[in-house]
């Protein structure tokens, strides 16, 4: 079992940054890989960044350039940095883990919404 606690999310006015946070319960390293999720009303949830185990990367097309998922493995904690918000980014923010098995183990948390409003 992986409980994961989001934080960070909270008002925003458009052109600002934010960090949200994602603390595991157990070491990062022994999680196949990290991601976090949005999703918009009315949307379907959708992958934004995830980074492996190995420390890989990777981020949807439409965040790139804007968001980044650094970590700090000491606190066995997975970010998402969002630069340059717009109302586009409004929605809530999810933190998944992956363990690798048959069949894999996937574990959320309970999300963290975020608005970007003026």
């Known amino acids: 079992q992986v409980q994961l606690v989001e934080s960070g999310g909270g008002l925003v006015q458009p052109g600002g940054s934010l960090r949200l946070s994602c603390a595991a319960s157990?070491?990062?390293?022994?999680?196949?890989?990290m991601g976090w999720y949005r999703q918009a009303p009315g949307n379907q949830r959708d992958l934004v960044a995830r980074?492996?185990?190995?420390?890989?990367?990777n981020y949807a097309d439409s965040v790139k350039g804007r968001y980044t998922i650094p970590r700090d493995n000491a606190k066995n904690t997975v970010y998402l940095a969002i630069n340059s918000l717009t109302a586009e980014d409004t929605a809530v923010y999810y933190c998944?883990?992956?363990?690798?098995?048959?069949?894999?183990?996937?574990?959320w948390g309970q999300g963290t919404q975020v608005v970007v409003c003026s």
């Open positions: 980074i492996t185990a190995g420390g890989s990367t």
């Open positions: 998944n883990a992956e363990i690798a098995a048959f069949p894999p183990k996937i574990y």
């Open positions: 157990k070491s990062i390293f022994s999680i196949t890989a």
